[in-house]
DNA sequence: TAACAGTCAATATT
DNA sequence: AATATTGACTGTTA
């Protein structure tokens, strides 16, 4: 990091760390709300060189704790009554969802790419000034007087309303007949990503083959299955990193937590991490231990009828994971386990477990690979 | 070209 | 109403 920081000062000046870009690629318009496109208001410290840009201020921004700013974001916000979509929109220049991901779920500084810095360069940023929160929460009421206004003028003239506007405002709930052109959002039914999440443990990486024999069989297009195998290998390597913040989090207190139950948070100032850690599940977690996860039989998967197991049954747990190449090591026998870098010592709590014993595999996947090729070069883990 | 990283934006939940 | 979840899309990487 240091490295490149120092390469960026020597070069002295940033060659074209990508133009300006147009920006908002995405779908044609984007709700007023934020100037098209450059460095948004950027409530930047005026003291400091509020000449730079964003993307040279990531560039030079020393190493963040990421974990602690969302943290401290998520207080101040709530302590404001300040909502994410308002606080996205203008100052990170994202939307609500992404917002609650980024805030709920940060990736560690050292795994970020530089434009995935920057919403964290700029809550830092935004952080750094008290003064912001003033003016964030003066938008939120100027927000609002304009909503009331608007409400008045429809109430009063009920039925022109907006028509002023070259009819640009389409969409929004009404045109029933748009609804019908839009493809509509594919929702994958629980016995469906159940039956995903299975064929991943078995196999992070299908071959193409595989993949098609899942989206027959689930009767999915391909794509969505290609499109949710990139969604959870990406989502399970966060939880991840959350996890072992968290649990970092918790040796340093020098609290115990030997497993779920949020007691923590006496009285004692700053952090404590979690208030209901590891229980969570947060949707990525199979909950559905139980079900030897032997290996996926293609046939019983099929989406419609399917009167299986309905769900909270079998909370037994202690299923043998399924076969995992790491499915042999077992809480019996910690010992074993030790030859692995602490790191990847496998946790005993079961769901996380798995998730271990899945990302385990989806390294071993990667090692063969990299190992295929004649260059090893960088091997990060 | 496959896999990723970041996001969006439609839905689901709270 | 505010947040959380998540399939899909765009741009990047190797």
Known sequence: LSSAEESVKSLGETPSLQAPRAEQPQSSERSEGSPPSTPLPLPLTSSSHSSLSIQEMVAMSPELDT??????????????????????????????????????????????????????????????????????????????????????????????????????????????????????RVVLAP????????????????????????A???????????????????????ELFLEEVQAAGLVEEGRLVKSAEGNCCDGAESDCPIGKSASQESSLGDDSNTKSTLAYSPAPYKPTTSATQGPG??????????????????????????TISN?????????????????????????????SKEEPSEWEF
């Not at 005993?348 to 190992?371: F, P, T, Y």
Request: one cysteine or more.
């Open 67 to 184: 974990y602690g700013i969302t943290k401290k974001v998520k207080e101040v916000l709530t302590d404001n009554n300040l909502g994410q979509r308002l606080f996205g929109e203008s100052i990170l220049g994202l939307t609500q969802g992404s917002v609650s991901d980024l805030l709920a779920r940060p990736k560690p500084w050292h795994k970020l790419s530089l434009k995935g810095r920057e919403p964290f360069v700029r809550m830092q940023l935004w952080l750094s000034d008290p003064q912001n929160v003033e003016k964030l929460m003066d938008m939120k009421r100027m927000e609002k007087k304009a909503y009331m206004k608007r409400r008045h003028s429809s109430l009063s003239d009920c039925q022109p309303v907006d028509s002023g506007l070259q009819g640009v405002e389409f969409s929004r709930g009404g045109s029933p007949l748009h609804q019908q052109l839009k493809k509509p």
């Open 191 to 214: 016995e469906e990503k159940e039956a995903l999440k299975r064929a991943y443990q078995e196999k992070p990486y299908p071959s193409p083959k595989t993949i098609e024999e899942l």
């Open 216 to 238: 027959s069989q689930l009767n999915l297009k391909t794509s969505t299955v290609i499109n949710w195998f990139h969604n959870y290998r990406s989502r399970i390597r966060r």
């Open 313 to 338: 049954i079998n909370r037994s747990h202690a299923s043998p994971l399924g076969l995992g190449l790491f499915s042999c090591l077992s809480d019996s026998n910690p010992s074993a386990s030790s």
């Open 343 to 371: 790191s990847a010592r496998l946790p005993r709590d079961s769901s996380l477990r798995k998730k271990k014993v899945a990302n385990l595999n989806n390294i071993i996947h990667r090692l063969e690979k990299a190992a």
